[in-house]
Nanobody, 124 residues
Framework: QAQLKQSGGGSVYTGESLRLSCAAS???????????MGWYRQVPGKQCELVAS???????VYEDAVKGRFLISTDHAKNTVYLQMNNLQPEDTAVYSC???????????????WGQGTHVDVSP
């Protein structure tokens, strides 16, 4: 099994930056890596939306609203995915959560789960 631990987030003003981290680790042993990870955000009363995702081969997908401002990247040595958020706007205010498919062993066993969520608040 595995787990995802998020860090980062907080309160900033318009135009500032934040970096979110989502670190994957094994709960009963080591993991072999991250197959895919996504960052989602949820605003009360609105549908949860995918902000960005990254595959093991490095291919990425971004929501149109964050293109050019957010950057998703992976540190495979640390089994951690980062979401660098630049030029933050009040409409970026939300709870951000990561999800991931983790490769557990050489047999192809995978684990899927979510991080605990972290709040990002952007004031005008």
């Amino acid at each position: 099994q595995a787990q995802l631990k998020q860090s980062g987030g907080g309160s900033v003003y318009t135009g500032e930056s934040l970096r979110l981290s989502c670190a994957a680790s094994g709960t009963s042993g080591t993991i072999l890596g991250i197959n895919t990870m996504g960052w989602y955000r949820q605003v009360p009363g609105k549908q949860c939306e995918l902000v960005a995702s990254i595959e093991r081969d490095g291919s990425t997908v971004y929501e149109d609203a964050v293109k050019g401002r957010f950057l998703i990247s992976t540190d495979h040595a640390k089994n951690t995915v980062y979401l660098q958020m630049n030029n933050l706007q009040p409409e970026d205010t939300a709870v951000y959560s990561c999800d991931a498919e983790i490769k557990l062993d050489s047999h192809g066993t995978t684990w899927y789960g979510w991080g605990q969520g972290t709040h990002v608040d952007v004031s005008p």
